[in-house]
Antibody
């Protein structure tokens, strides 16, 4: 059974960098069968996809967050990580890591995802001084 | 404001059939697969439907998905009290440049 577990500080000061790690067990990131994403949910609000990474290190970020986001993978530890810089109170949210299947668009060139089949339990990150 | 529009709330009585809609456009639901998620209070979302109408193993067949044009629907038959949760649709959106989620529908079992 695949399991994902987020870890990292629960409190980050404004203007600093939020750093989280997702540890995957019961499955290998290196298999190349899935993409690995970060998704967040502000308290009482809906879900927002942040970005994904493939085992090769290839990444794709939500354009509106791209300037502040970095996702990396450590295949030896079966982990992937999120860094979000210059945080403000608007970045306060429960952060989830998730696995997804993938398919290609009509051109056959570009990866598309939305089937997030395994999720971590989520970790609340509060941005406050 | 999400590019995928869901009703904020829905309700039904035990045993009833309810449907939740997800309306989008040509840049998302009209072109790409739709997924549905169930989020019980205080827990992570759970995949209910993928690729418009496919159920992962372990999801009861009371849950079904469909898509027509730019709109998708989640149907829950034989409604049970434990179905009370928030439901989200999702699809890739070309304008957003990533997967978009609907705003969520809170289902109440009366």
């Amino acid at each position: 059974q695949v399991q994902l577990q987020e870890s990292g500080p629960g409190l980050v000061k404004p203007s600093q960098t939020l750093s989280l790690t997702c540890t995957v067990s019961g499955g290998s990131i290196s298999s190349g069968d899935h993409y690995w994403s970060w998704i967040r949910q502000p308290p009482g609000k809906g879900l927002e996809w942040i970005g994904y990474i493939y085992y090769s290190g290839s990444t794709y970020y939500k354009p509106s967050l791209k300037s502040r986001v970095s996702i990396s993978v450590d295949r030896s530890k079966n982990q992937f990580s999120l860094k979000l810089s210059s945080v403000t109170a608007a970045d306060t949210a429960v952060y989830y890591c998730a696995r997804s299947d993938y398919y290609y668009d009509r051109s056959g060139r570009y990866v598309r995802i939305s089937d997030f089949d395994y999720w971590g339990q989520g970790t609340l990150v509060t941005v406050s001084s | 404001q999400s590019v995928l529009t869901q009703p904020p709330s829905a309700s039904g009585t035990p045993g009833q059939r309810v449907t939740i809609s997800c309306s989008g456009g040509s840049s998302n639901t009209g072109t790409y697969y739709v997924s549905w998620f169930q989020q019980l209070p205080g827990t992570a979302p759970k995949l209910l439907i993928y690729r418009n109408n496919q159920r992962p193993s372990g999801v009861p067949d009371r849950f079904s998905g469909s898509k027509s044009g730019t709109s998708a629907s989640l149907a829950i038959s034989g409604l049970r009290s434990e179905d009370e949760a928030d439901y989200y649709c999702a699809a890739w959106d070309d304008s957003l440049g990533g997967p978009a989620f609907g705003g969520g529908t809170k289902l109440t079992v009366l």
